[in-house]
């Protein structure tokens, strides 16, 4: 038998992740004149609208309004209000917590690499790449632990040097929980970094911080060598670009691709949430 009742559009956010998101999000603004227009849409699933542009890298304009996420430019306005209030890096803040606190954070070696995109309208934090005949791209510089799981992203222009933001990635790491009543935690034991960050410079860096480098030597050490501990941070940036709307980016303005990168990597990194009891 054919029936006409519309087709549920799939979950794409767990109720783990909503509940840390949830106590994050700002209060909407007060009525004007006791007018609140229209009713406002649920964040959770205007939440659901973002992630799926996200993932399939549709345009916010064309996305369907029979999915039930309202408008692609509520969406839009949303996603930009949440990262005004800083919701995004509370949120990955909040979820590394939670891993940290569940056992579930290696911090005995990190690994830091970065990619490039063809930023395909131009706009903030792209630069002429090198490798692509000098198109403007945007390049995602990724720090990941152990197991892989991204505890810090950085954008920048495609022509900007790795090594330049090995610090912002350090520095700009949140403390994060871990078990028991130990401080938190923000470095790890090692750092694996491939022959791009090889200098003086990022060598004295990390043994102020107390990090032991593990650099690839130019015209020392082998890529062979090399691939024993790095290969997992070149599996979370297969992850990263696995989200359509960042592998290509269309979005110009610097708020907008830095909420959607922190977004994605919170949201690689709530795969490995255990439910709570």
Same mark, same amino acid.
């Given at each position: 038998m054919v029936t006409d009742a519309?087709?549920?559009?799939?979950?794409?956010?767990? /109720?783990? #992740? +909503?509940?840390?998101?949830?106590?994050?999000?700002?209060? =909407?603004? =007060? !009525?004007?004149?006791?007018?609140?227009?229209?009713?406002?849409?649920?964040?959770?699933?205007?939440?659901?609208?973002?992630?799926?542009?996200?993932?399939?890298?549709?345009?916010?304009?064309?996305?369907? !309004?029979?999915?039930?996420?309202?408008?692609?430019?509520?969406?839009?306005?949303? #996603?930009?209000? +949440?990262? /005004?209030?800083?919701?995004? /890096?509370?949120?990955?803040?909040?979820? #590394?917590?939670?891993?940290?606190?569940?056992?579930?954070?290696? +911090?005995?070696r990190a690994s830091a690499d970065s990619v490039s995109v063809r930023a395909k309208k131009g706009g903030a934090l792209t630069g002429p790449n090198p490798t692509d005949r000098a198109k403007l791209g945007t390049k995602y510089h990724l720090l990941v632990a152990a197991d892989g799981l991204p505890l810090n992203v950085v954008l920048c222009g495609a022509n900007r040097h790795d090594s330049l933001f090995l610090a912002p990635l350090l520095d700009g790491q949140r403390a994060v929980k871990g078990t028991g009543r130990g401080r938190p935690r923000r470095r790890p034991a090692k750092l694996h970094t491939d022959k791009g960050y090889d200098n003086r410079r990022v060598r004295i860096y990390l043994r102020r911080r107390g990090i032991a480098a593990r650099i690839a030597r130019i015209g020392i050490d082998s890529s062979q060598r090399l691939g024993r501990h790095r290969w997992v941070v070149e599996r979370t940036i297969g992850w990263l670009l696995s989200y359509k709307r960042l592998a290509l980016r269309y979005d110009r303005t610097a708020a907008t691709i830095t909420a959607l990168a922190r977004l994605a990597v919170t949201l690689i990194c709530a795969r490995r949430l255990r439910p709570t009891d």
């Open positions: 519309p087709v549920q559009p799939r979950q794409l956010i767990t /109720d783990e #992740l +909503w509940e840390l998101l949830e106590p994050l999000i700002p209060p =909407p603004p =007060p !009525a004007v004149h006791g007018r609140t227009g229209r009713p406002r849409h649920e964040d959770r699933s205007v939440l659901e609208g973002i992630v799926f542009v996200l993932s399939t890298g549709i345009g916010w304009a064309r996305l369907p !309004a029979e999915l039930g996420y309202g408008s692609g430019w509520t969406c839009w306005r949303r #996603l930009r209000q +949440w990262q /005004d209030a800083g919701v995004w /890096d509370d949120l990955h803040a909040a979820v #590394l917590d939670r891993l940290g606190q569940q056992g579930l954070l290696d +911090w005995s």
